[in-house]
């Protein structure tokens, strides 16, 4: 199942079960997505920066947010694009 992630909010991925990928798709409409991941929950790093719909697979990191800004300006509105993400797991 896939959770959609919104600007505002910061993404916790669950870690208790196995494996650590995830996919993530990207629906561009009219802003470009900016993916930031944190190891801490405070320093928020540029991963990349989406100008098309995508989807591929993801390292999943302990916290992830997304905005329109790829100069480090987190919580800004992404407008109307979509930003999915679905966890997952190996068989272990």
């Given amino acids: 199942m896939a959770t959609e992630l ?8 669950n ?11 990207v629906k561009k ?6 993916l930031y991941g944190s190891l ?3 320093d928020f790093v540029l991963i990349e ?11 999943l ?6 905005s329109a800004a790829s100069d480090g300006t987190l919580d ?5 694009s979509k930003f999915y993400i679905s966890e997952t797991r190996s068989a272990t």
């Fill in 6 to 13: 919104t600007h505002s909010a910061h993404y916790r991925p």
């Fill in 15 to 25: 870690f208790r079960k196995a494996g650590g990928q995830g996919v993530i798709q």
């Fill in 29 to 34: 409409g009219d802003a470009n997505v900016s």
């Fill in 40 to 42: 801490n929950g405070t």
């Fill in 49 to 59: 920066t989406f100008t098309a719909d995508t989807i591929k697979e993801i390292v």
């Fill in 61 to 66: 990191l302990p916290y992830f947010t997304i």
């Fill in 76 to 80: 800004t509105s992404i407008g109307t």
